[in-house]
């Protein structure tokens, strides 16, 4: 590329995004505030023409990357970008290929978890080359443990080291089945386009995130008769019909034991309207006591987006999600030790009321199927707001309130 030094084109090689916590396509990591994703061009047409009142609750757009598949020393697929912007040291590729962190991630050991159809990843630290450790990904995972869908925690065998290293799997998963495609597909020498994102919990020491899935309908206008039905029956059997959101994934940082507390989409899919609200509950209940000073400024946010969707026209978000962001570090640290044999689900958390309002964030992502008036792969023209939506985010702010309130 004509001007740019050859700096700025070095190679970047894409990690997964360890805080990926729902959906089923891969999320790469680009560098520290920046992800990537595969270009649909209905979700690049979105962003191309967003409006501009809706740009505080999206991702802001970056640009397009190409990437293709590399294999690394071991002979195991890496995907590897050529950037067009300027990208931080974190994340670039070299020489030691071998030793990148996408190495390490494809030396884990894959274990089936008893009882569950989902697969839980662990690695012995002995196995993390010191280059990985102080890597920023490194850091990030030997910070902290993660507790996945089935409630067990996931440890060494070794109870008493002081860096435990289980973490949530689902964006490794994701990945996995990613590159499994990819590689199936395609030679390494098939160029892809990416779109390049912002990361959006990048400022965050331990991002709790909450993805839901909004609407009550998912199906696209694209959609086949047989995708349209399996849509439609996974809205009916849970709060989508009901509510018009769904929970696809959690993480919550839990203060008292130092780990995260995690859910995926199949346990949302299984959740009553009870069981939606209880669970909204444990995401804001850090193991101690109930966040309730993010209470206030998320319901605030909420409904500063209700108000932009009410006013957009012929636009439906079907299949989009709503990300929920709060930091789990709380400003007035918990100096408490911390005992790694604590159980993570206290439902019988106390209230905290804070005098600060925590930093908090509301985003609208993935907007493969949306569609609006004007959009180059419009399929169908609708007229009015998308009062599927709106349901949801009435909802959404109704069952806040009623937690604010006590209820």
């Known amino acids: 590329m004509v001007g740019q030094s ?16 729902g ?34 609750f999206t991702p802001q757009y970056k640009g397009i990357v190409s990437v293709h598949l590399k294999k690394d020393s071991l ?35 894959w274990a089936a978890s008893t009882g569950s159809e989902h697969t839980l990843v662990k690695w012995s630290h002995t196995q993390l080359t010191k280059t990985f450790k102080d890597s920023c990904l490194g850091k990030m995972l030997l910070r902290t443990d993660l507790q996945y869908h089935t409630d067990s925690l996931l440890e ?8 435990r290293n289980s973490y949530n799997p689902w964006g490794l998963h994701c990945h996995r089945q990613h590159l499994n495609r990819m590689s199936s597909k395609h030679n390494e020498n098939k160029l892809h386009q990416f779109l390049l994102l912002e990361n959006v919990v990048s400022k965050y020491n331990y991002p709790c995130i909450l993805d839901l899935k909004m609407g009550t309908r998912q199906h696209g206008d694209d959609a086949s008769e ?4 399996r849509h439609i029956k996974k809205c009916e059997q849970s709060t989508s019909a009901s509510l018009g959101v769904r929970i696809c994934g959690m993480q919550v940082y839990q203060a008292d034991t130092g780990h995260f507390l995690c859910k995926d989409k199949y346990y949302g899919r299984k959740l009553s309207p009870e069981g939606f609200r209880q669970t909204l509950r444990q995401f804001l209940c850090n193991g101690n006591h109930l966040r309730t000073d993010l209470l206030e400024p998320i319901i605030l946010r909420l409904k500063g987006l209700l108000s932009v969707i009410r006013k957009q026209s012929s636009y439906r978000f079907y299949s989009s999600s709503l990300l929920i962001i709060y930091d789990g570090q709380e400003h007035k640290e918990n100096t408490a030790p911390v005992d790694n044999h604590l159980h993570f689900q206290k439902p019988n958390c106390t209230t905290s009321h804070g005098t600060h309002h925590a930093r908090v964030d509301v985003r609208m992502i993935d907007f493969a199927h949306t569609t609006f ?31 604010s309130e006590g209820k």
């Open 226 to 229: 047989e995708k349209k039905a």
């Open 373 to 403: 008036k004007g959009s180059k792969c419009n399929h169908t023209t609708y007229d009015g707001p998308d009062h599927g939506y709106i349901f949801g985010l009435e909802n959404l702010i109704k069952i806040l309130q009623n937690i």
């Open 156 to 163: 060494d065998a070794n109870r008493n080291q002081p860096e």
């Open 23 to 56: 959906g089923h396509m891969s999320m790469m990591k680009y560098d520290e505030h920046t992800v990537c994703k595969p270009l649909v061009s209905q979700e690049l047409s979105f962003y191309e023409s967003l409006p501009l009142a809706m740009r505080q």
């Open 75 to 109: 002979g195991n697929p890496t995907l590897v970008a050529s950037p067009s912007l300027q990208t931080e040291s974190c994340g670039r590729l070299d020489n030691a290929i071998g030793d990148s962190s996408v190495t390490i991630w494809h030396k884990c050991k």
């Open 6 to 21: 050859p700096e700025s084109r070095s190679a970047v090689l894409l990690e997964p995004f360890v805080h990926q916590v």
